[in-house]
């Protein structure tokens, strides 16, 4: 009884202390710029290790007298091992996958905006929001850790492959105490993400503002919301799998492990386990984990493509429905990742089916980002420029897909730099675009102020030539067979000639991870120099535009809206301004 | 000014990638399998498809955003979309998707699903870090048994042959490879250790060594030469130099190559 009463008109006291304000604070948007934080921060570690990764690859023994200092049995005089190659790259991955893919775009921005945007005044459950925020930073402390301890971090790669990850130091450094943190910060991890899927869910069923109905949704809600069911799905079982290879490196348990193993000629003391079973598990969430980084930014890209196409979503349904086809096919594909893992080649052409059919939805949202396109009234800024730039990234990484889904073009392909081009420019990069569209567009609500249009315009313009200068070749590496996860391109004859290739790729990273400074830049100047932003700067119609820039504490001040329209009513003929705000009642208003 | 730029930059972009993969500068080595070319051809009607829908994509977002800039005066259509547009959309690119993916599965069927023929030559091929060990038969035409507890590397024997049964005794080890032309060669995938992947990219050969498993593979060289086995599963810190060689050789240079080995 109390929670029906509680979610209708509780007048939230603003806590006043610092500590409930600021760091253990209940407020859904200090949580969500508590979790845009920790991803702006993992995504710096990330970038330099990807910048230490890539000098390795041209210049490998360059001297890095830094590394050295900070790591002197992985970088022994500041030359980068093999191993502490791999270290590094199995930290990049780890930290962006988890720790930035997984949470701006959700963590982050949902939980910013989500519950304004559904006309709620926070979250359905605060003190579990907080609790997945501060899981979350506790998983991200246990990974950091594996930096510092004996044998560094693990050499595994980000899927921590058995027998790999599972036979301890035996196996390579990094595989001892370094995996064991590595398995740890991701359970841990798990149980946040559970958490935040919880309550995402439960907020959008249940803390919708009157009139709100699910067809009038923002569809960044509905990205979100999608977005939480798969996350609750997929997370639960990556979690029952890093417990069961917790179990056989420390408890004597052969799950993943089988018999007969023989490491530096050492018998190991397991039997019965299979490898495969750690990819199934594994793939059963690492696939539908790459729509969780994606479908926010499907869902910004629509919002915004429709704001400053100053025109209504194309296809709104389609778009729901499209949505909800990709997350549950997402659940039916994840063999598609293990065509050359040994498994039943059966399956192979079952899991070549079904990831064919989600070309069909990802075909419909460009088709009707494109249709929102058409006939409007563009107006570039800086927010639109990156979500263009998610359409264009969005085709590109879409098609090089369809390489892969085919078992007989995947196993040229497979495990070579096509892959990493494929998943970096889908997966990476346009999930950033997406979230740098989502910065640009709602940093105005956040803070009240302005980000510079021109730094904004400067970085768009270097990150988006650049990423494709970074992407582009990597498929052509993968064409010549050049294996991704390879410390050192030295040893083989047919990679020599690859060099210069690298060698552009290495100049345009650094270029394009340089240029991040205008971003960096951009996000200090606004906070502290912006030009003031009023209620509805960019002149938008869901919720969030009709509150205070930066919010109330609740929100909607104790007065939750009423919901006349659909979210994207712009340009409605005979209206003087070309958009309608989702509170204004119809003109021809029966009780309906 | 800035929407032509960004237009053309799209364009650019687009027009870069497509001279890049038209050009082939960099690309397969030439296929040196009977499986191989249909593997190309298929990569080729693939590249084909995904082209033209990646041109049309492309061209068509930068040329919106050019036709329909903001100008003063000028107000976006009231438009919510068209059910038959989406169908037409749907239908269009679930045909030209299937069809192209349903024709390529033969390719993998031939490959990993059909049996070997009865006269192929088996050959087992045993990854560890970081090296191959290439296992053939011998004169008798059978693999003797192997036997964890009988591994040592040092001492020469790193499959652990049991070397008093008789199968065993005349089996050839050895850490290259070589197999002849025009001869149907099963291979038979193991792993000593973690898993590894047997990867040779003039054959477009690609498979997972997965330890407790034995899987098998197929196929027909048709080209000679002499090719770098490398590894494509990371396998700890030496993944990158795990290196042999696949010679494909003439019936007569096989024989005495196998000869030569067997001396040696």
């Known amino acids: 009884m109390a929670e029906v009463e509680a979610t209708t008109h509780t007048v939230h006291e603003a806590p006043t202390g610092f500590w409930r304000k600021y760091i253990f604070s209940l407020d859904h948007k200090v949580i969500g710029i508590q979790y845009w934080l920790l991803a702006l921060f993992s995504v710096t570690v990330g970038m330099v290790l990807s910048i230490f990764i890539r000098i390795n690859l041209v210049w490998p023994g360059t001297e890095i007298p830094i590394l050295g200092q900070l790591f002197p049995v992985g970088a022994p005089d500041g030359v980068m091992t093999p191993e502490f190659y791999l270290s590094f790259l199995t930290m990049h991955g780890t930290i962006m996958v988890f720790f930035v893919l997984t949470t701006a775009p959700q963590g982050g921005f949902g939980n910013y905006i989500l519950p304004i945007q559904i006309g709620a005044d926070d979250m359905a459950f605060p003190v579990l929001n907080m609790l997945s925020f501060w899981v979350t930073f506790l998983a991200l402390v246990v990974l950091m850790a594996a930096f510092f301890v004996t044998g560094g971090p693990p050499i595994s790669g980000w899927t921590g492959y058995p027998p790999l990850s599972a036979l301890g130091e035996i196996a390579g450094p990094g595989l001892g105490i370094g995996q064991d943190l590595w398995i740890i910060s991701i359970a841990i991890f798990c149980i946040a993400a559970l958490l935040g899927a919880l309550n995402f869910i439960t907020t959008t069923l249940d803390l919708r503002a009157k009139g709100m109905t699910l067809m009038k949704m923002p569809l960044t809600v509905w990205s979100w919301f999608v977005t939480a069911i798969l996350g609750l799905l997929a997370f639960g079982v990556l979690l029952a799998a890093g417990a069961l290879l917790l179990l056989d490196r420390n408890a004597g348990t052969s799950f993943f492990i089988p018999g007969g193993l023989v490491v530096s000629d050492q018998i190991i003391d397991h039997k019965g386990g299979s490898p495969l079973l750690w990819q199934h598990l594994f793939w059963f969430f690492g696939h539908p984990e790459v729509y969780i980084a994606i479908l926010p930014g499907m869902g910004v890209t629509s919002h915004i493509l429709s704001t400053f196409a100053r025109k209504p979503v194309f296809g709104y349904r389609a778009m729901v429905y499209a949505m909800f086809a990709i997350g549950i096919l997402g659940f039916m594909v994840w063999g598609h990742h293990m065509f050359a893992s040994g498994m039943s080649p059966y399956t192979a052409i079952f899991f070549s089916l079904m990831t064919t059919a989600i070309a069909v939805p990802s075909a419909i949202k460009t088709f009707n980002w494109l249709g929102t396109l058409w006939g409007g009234n563009i107006r570039f800024t800086s927010a639109m420029l990156f979500s263009i730039g998610f359409v264009s990234l969005f085709v590109t990484g879409g098609v090089s897909g369809i390489f892969l889904n085919q078992p007989a073009t995947d196993i040229a392909l497979h495990d070579t730099y096509f892959v990493v081009a494929h998943f970096h420019i889908i997966m990476g990069v346009a999930s950033i675009f997406g979230m740098f569209a989502g910065t640009y567009f709602w940093f105005p609500k956040m803070f009240g102020r302005y980000m510079s249009e021109s730094l904004g315009k400067a970085h768009f313009w270097t990150t988006f030539v650049g990423v494709y200068a970074v992407f582009t070749p990597m498929h052509f590496l993968g064409l010549a067979g050049n294996p991704r996860r390879y410390a050192e391109l030295t040893a083989f004859d047919f990679l020599k000639p690859l060099e210069p290739v690298h060698l552009f790729i290495s100049i345009a990273a650094f270029l394009t991870i340089s240029s991040q400074f205008l971003f960096f830049g951009n996000l200090i100047w606004g906070f502290l120099k912006g030009k003031k932003a009023g209620e509805n700067p960019w002149e938008a119609t869901t919720l969030e535009w009709e509150i205070p820039s930066p919010p109330p504490h609740d929100n909607f001040a104790g007065k939750l809206p009423v919901i006349h329209r659909g979210p994207y009513e712009f340009s409605v003929p005979g209206e003087d301004k070309d958009y309608t705000m989702q509170t204004e009642p119809e003109v021809s208003q029966d009780k309906s | ?264």
């Open chain 2, 1 to 264: 000014m800035q929407v032509k730029l960004l237009a053309f930059t799209i364009w650019a972009i687009t027009t870069v990638t497509v001279v890049l993969f038209a050009g082939k500068y960099w690309w397969f080595p030439e296929s040196a399998s009977s499986h191989g070319e249909s593997v190309d051809r298929q990569f080729m009607y693939t590249l084909w498809v995904t082209g033209v829908v990646f041109i049309i994509a492309q061209v068509a977002l930068g040329y919106l955003l050019i036709r329909y800039r903001e100008r003063p005066g000028r107000k976006a259509i009231y438009n919510h979309g068209n059910n038959k547009m989406e169908l037409t959309w749907t239908l269009a690119t679930t045909v030209l998707f299937y069809v192209m993916v349903i024709a390529g599965q033969g390719i993998w069927y031939s490959l990993y699903i059909e049996a070997a023929p009865q006269n192929a030559l088996q050959i087992e091929i045993t990854g560890q870090q970081f090296a191959w060990n290439i296992r053939y038969a011998g004169p008798d035409g059978e693999f003797g048994p192997i036997s964890p507890e009988l591994i040592n590397d040092s001492a020469g024997n790193p499959l652990g042959l049991d070397l008093q049964n008789s199968a065993a005794q005349d089996d050839l080890v050895v850490p290259t490879m070589a197999i002849p032309i025009n001869r149907p060669i099963e291979l038979l995938l193991r792993s000593k250790d973690v898993t590894h992947a047997f990867s040779v990219r003039e054959l477009r050969i690609k498979q997972d060594t997965v330890p407790g498993l034995v899987i098998p593979i197929q196929f027909t060289a048709t080209r000679t030469g002499r090719f770098e086995i490398s590894c494509a599963e990371l396998c700890g810190l030496g993944h990158h130099r795990m290196r042999s060689f696949i010679e494909v050789l003439s019936e007569e240079d096989y024989s005495n190559w196998l000869v030569e080995q067997s001396e040696y």
